[in-house]
């Protein structure tokens, strides 16, 4: 398959309701809870990208934790995909999270209570029930909230609710790269690409995640000669990300085609009339290759036949 897209479960370690100089999910403050490295971790194990795969997307999507996945030659070896509910309690408690009598954990007064938003799609509102189930077995309370895909998508500043303004905690949708080369669809985690109020909210990093050795390293690899080492540099790139529990990869969505080797009987195939069917004379419509296909669109106007060919002195 050619074509891939990603739906990945962003994590707000900046995104939520405080409001700093005028601007809400400020790059100046910090998330509450899922600033802490071992809510992110917890969150990342009880997501279970099998189940998305077995119960939703099937063949069509294979799970993954890499946010790169293709081509082969950037797919990294090293992030297996893991979901053990069992391993995030024991992380959270060792974390001070302690569960309350709600069965809800908190810590210095701060519960772990999520609000999870995609758009309206019904797989991923199945995917969103798989990890609310999961979530409510370690102890973490989320709160699903569906947008319009128009509403969701949408670049109009004034909107509360698109997912580049990211107001709640945890949002997810499909992402994939344009180009063969990863090199730009990385640019989405560049310190400088935050999505903020001052650049209306157009960067490409809607997760305001800053790093310096992400930025470091993909500033190298931009003029990084070398195949193999530049190879190296865009696959720790994933890793950063991925083993910060940036983002939390689901599946890898591949683009999916069918065709048939069977041809229709004629009876089947319908032609327009004549007259209502024009003929392009062009050189290329001229050559060997095309004429079948000047047969198979008859015209009442004649065809230009090709030119001579002029021979070389």
């Given at each position: 398959?050619?074509?891939?897209?990603?739906?990945?479960?962003?994590?707000?370690?900046?995104?939520?309701?405080?409001?700093?100089?005028?601007?809400?999910?400020?790059?100046?403050?910090?998330?509450?809870?899922?600033?802490?490295?071992?809510?992110?971790?917890?969150?990342?194990?009880?997501?279970?990208?099998?189940?998305?795969?077995?119960?939703?997307?099937?063949?069509?999507?294979?799970?993954?934790?890499?946010?790169?996945?293709n081509p082969p030659r950037f797919r990294s070896k090293a992030n297996p995909v893991e979901f053990n509910i069992d391993k995030a309690n024991e992380l959270l408690e060792k974390a001070g999270w302690k569960k309350g009598a709600d069965g809800i954990r908190a810590k210095d007064g701060k519960k772990l209570k999520f609000v999870y938003q995609t758009s309206i799609n019904q797989p991923r509102q199945k995917t969103q029930a798989i990890v609310k189930q999961a979530c409510q077995k370690a102890g973490i309370d989320v709160e699903l909230k569906s947008v319009t895909a128009s509403v969701f998508f949408s670049s109009d500043v004034a909107n509360p609710d698109t997912y580049a303004k990211f107001y709640c905690d945890l949002q997810m949708y499909n992402t994939g790269m344009a180009q063969p080369d990863p090199e730009v669809f990385l640019r989405r985690f560049l310190s400088w690409e935050a999505s903020t109020k001052d650049n209306k909210w157009q960067g490409r990093n809607t997760t305001r995640w800053q790093n310096k050795e992400f930025d470091d390293i993909h500033r190298a690899a931009q003029v990084e000669l070398d195949p193999v080492k530049r190879a190296a540099m865009l696959i720790k790139l994933n890793e950063l990300v991925v083993n910060d529990h940036v983002v939390i990869p689901l599946i890898a969505r591949l683009g999916v085609a069918a065709v048939s080797n069977r041809r229709p009987p004629p009876s089947l195939v319908t032609l327009p009339p004549p007259e209502t069917t024009p003929v392009y004379c062009t050189s290329s419509l001229r050559s060997k290759t095309s004429a079948p296909l000047l047969k198979m669109f008859p015209t009442t106007e004649p065809v230009v036949p090709p030119l001579p060919m002029r021979s070389e002195p």
């Open positions: 398959m050619s074509s891939c897209r990603w739906p990945c479960l962003r994590v707000g370690s900046r995104c939520w309701p405080p409001i700093v100089d005028g601007e809400r999910s400020s790059i100046k403050t910090k998330h509450p809870t899922l600033s802490d490295p071992a809510v992110r971790q917890a969150v990342a194990l009880i997501v279970d990208n099998n189940s998305v795969e077995k119960h939703i997307y099937g063949r069509t999507g294979p799970a993954t934790r890499d946010f790169l996945n």
